[in-house]
């Protein structure tokens, strides 16, 4: 007799992981299913800043999220290299942003989420050419490394008898009286107890395939393209902002640079264009950064809402149907608190902060 699983789950980045684990550890049987390799998509291909990029310019909702995010991510993270072996490399070192002509409204929003921050003392700036404008230490604020993050993840989804079932392509679903009653893939049909879609970037698709008649989020796919250096250890005194890019330096020494903001479809090539972009900033911000290798240059699909606001919600009109998808640049760092707050609506339970902004009509 086949066992339904009491959630199916469709999509294993960073979202589909850690909310399969918040549900597995409440008592439930989770299955995720993923069309293409786990944690392979925008999770593993964004930068790993645990903090939006100017988080005051942002809408509360994310704010909130991020908020409990921060206060998750030190157990969290000790927690998945304890059980697997495998280090995310969560590194509290700090962000400095150099320009911030909207610096009250920074320090404001610092002091509402007690983040702790320095106007006037500031890291060494030695190995940077970089004219500051209301500068802005934020001396606690970390990184993960994403690929390491996210094969943690998968790690303890698996010690925790998660069904993954990767390169699984849906190809139908079949509705009953206001209900999901099975999934046909590729793999074969899956009868589904609740269905959760946490599919990112693909996430309106996939509802414009099998759920048409009903409301579908607003979704679309962002690209953005990053630089992987090869540096020594130490080189930058933590994760460097200036304007719409930054440099993230890695536990052992690699750099990463970031990243662009593209409209173009599902289109995930790179281009000559945005690497020459993103060379010349990095090479500016750093000098010594000319004479170091470039070791590769990545594209990724980031799954973006007009705001930037997920969506974390339990459907109106299929009684089995809920979404959490949509955390645009920010789907690391809102991902902790996202997860429990979609557990705490699946199981009932009280919610970790209000669900009204992250509702299917919410304004995203």
């Not at 790993?48 to 921060?70: D, F, K, N, T």
């Amino acid at each position: 007799m086949t066992t339904i699983p009491d959630i199916t789950i469709i999509g294993g980045g960073i979202i589909g992981l850690l909310t399969a684990r918040e549900l597995t550890m409440a008592g439930a049987r989770v299955s995720i299913l993923e069309k293409n390799t786990i944690g392979q998509e925008s999770s593993w291909a964004g930068g790993g800043i645990l903090l939006p990029i100017y988080p005051w310019r942002q809408p509360s909702a994310i704010s909130e999220l991020v908020r409990h995010s921060l206060k998750l991510y030190p157990r969290l993270t000790s927690e998945l290299k304890t059980a697997t072996g495998i280090d995310p490399e969560w590194s509290p070192c700090g962000l400095f942003i150099s320009r911030n002509p909207d610096i009250e409204q920074a320090i404001d929003w610092c002091d509402r989420y007690s983040i702790n921050y320095r106007t006037e003392q500031t890291p060494s700036l030695d190995n940077l050419n970089c004219d500051p404008l209301n500068p802005l230490w934020l001396p606690d604020i970390a990184h993960a490394r994403n690929p390491r993050l996210l094969k943690s993840a998968r790690r303890d989804a698996e010690n925790r008898n998660i069904e993954l079932i990767e390169h699984c392509d849906v190809q139908n679903v079949t509705v009953k009286n206001g209900r999901i009653v099975s999934l046909t893939t590729d793999r074969g049909e899956r009868p589904v107890g609740h269905l959760m879609v946490c599919a990112g970037a693909w996430t309106k698709t996939l509802f414009e395939r099998f759920f048409s008649e009903f409301a579908a989020p607003e979704i679309q796919p962002i690209k953005g393209q990053m630089l992987l250096y090869d540096a020594p250890p130490n080189l930058l005194p933590g994760m460097i902002l200036e304007n719409d890019h930054y440099l993230i330096p890695r536990l052992d020494g690699k750099i990463l640079v970031g990243s662009s903001v593209e409209h173009c479809g599902f289109d995930k090539s790179t281009s000559e264009t945005t690497y020459r972009r993103l060379k010349s900033f990095a090479a500016h911000l750093c000098p010594a950064l000319k004479t170091m290798p470039i070791i590769t240059h990545w594209a990724g699909l980031r799954p973006g809402t007009e705001h930037g606001v997920p969506y974390i919600f339990r459907h109106p009109d299929l009684d089995n149907l809920s979404v959490n998808a949509g955390h645009f640049r920010n789907g690391l760092v809102m991902a902790p608190a996202s997860a429990r707050l979609m557990a705490d609506l699946i199981l009932g339970e009280t919610p970790l902060i209000d669900l009204e902004p992250y509702s299917l009509f919410a304004t995203h």
